[in-house]
């Protein structure tokens, strides 16, 4: 915990700030985004890296922690009762500090190196196992919040993804109704109905068999799952959810 604390002190110092400008603008003279000792390229030192908080053991399907008596198996009972629409998650971080810190950093105030940071590594941390899927699929935002914000985090982090993996982004197809507001007077249960009406898949062309959605932090899981259920409407044989992080 002590050593996530002065993680946490060190990603809000200014010299901090200072080095994730420079790894924005010039990738090369790369340093570790946490504690500015060097790195080898991805923006994140060996040290910090494995200090992250790790989701296993999850579960495979929603990456949820497994409790105590889940422990040895591969899906956690809720998986088990619910049949989620994806078959598989690959989320190699908890979104606690440092990991949360370096997500809003990214997504609000703009420090992409942070968002690069994870994105680098994501791929080794979360270990993707064969056959790789076809296509990888940003999940959209709200038009509006877009506008607002400027860039889509889920399309950089695709890009990233699509480097480091060879797995073709497929942008535009699923898309989000725009001013799609949750209700708060709705039970949970029909706010995750109203839910699945906010995304469709646009156009015609059938989408490939085996596709991954790609978010930055899945929190309650019913958007992601929202979403996984338009995909396979839409002709998904085989669903994965590629992300940063998950809320335990
Ligand atoms: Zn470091
Ligand atoms: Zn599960």
New binding site residues.
């Given amino acids: 915990m002590e050593t996530m604390i002065r993680m946490a002190e060190r990603l809000s110092t200014g010299a901090t700030r200072l080095v994730n400008r420079v790894n924005t603008a010039r990738p090369r003279l790369s340093r570790?985004?946490?504690?500015?000792?060097s790195?080898q390229g991805g923006g994140?030192?060996?040290?910090?890296?494995l200090d992250l908080p790790h989701t296993d053991p999850c579960c495979r399907r929603c990456a949820l922690p497994l409790s105590i008596g889940e422990r040895g198996a591969q899906l956690c009972r809720q998986c088990e009762r619910t049949d989620p629409p994806q078959d598989l998650s690959r989320i190699p971080w908890r979104y606690e500090c440092p990991v949360d810190r370096m997500i809003q950093n990214y997504k609000y105030h703009g420090t992409r190196a942070q968002g690069a940071a994870l994105a680098r590594n994501w791929l080794e941390a979360a270990d993707v196992p064969e056959p790789l899927p076809r296509a990888l699929i940003p999940a959209p935002m709200d038009p509006q919040r877009l506008r607002e914000r400027g860039f889509s985090q889920t399309a950089e982090l695709a890009d990233w993804f699509a480097r480091a993996t060879g797995v073709p982004v497929l942008a535009g197809r699923l898309q989000r109704h725009a001013g799609y507001r949750a209700q708060a007077s709705l039970s949970r249960g029909e706010r995750r109905r109203n839910l699945v009406e906010a995304f469709f898949v646009s156009g015609s062309a059938p989408l490939p068999e085996h596709v991954a959605l790609v978010e930055d932090v899945v929190t309650t899981g019913a958007t992601a799952e929202a979403m996984g259920h338009c995909l396979r409407r839409a002709g998904v044989q085989r669903l994965e959810v590629w992300a940063l992080a998950r809320t335990p």
């Avoid at 570790?32 to 000792?37: D, G, M, P, R, S």
């Avoid at 994140?44 to 890296?49: H, K």
């Fill in positions: 570790c985004v946490i504690c500015l000792a790195d994140l030192c060996r040290t910090c890296l």
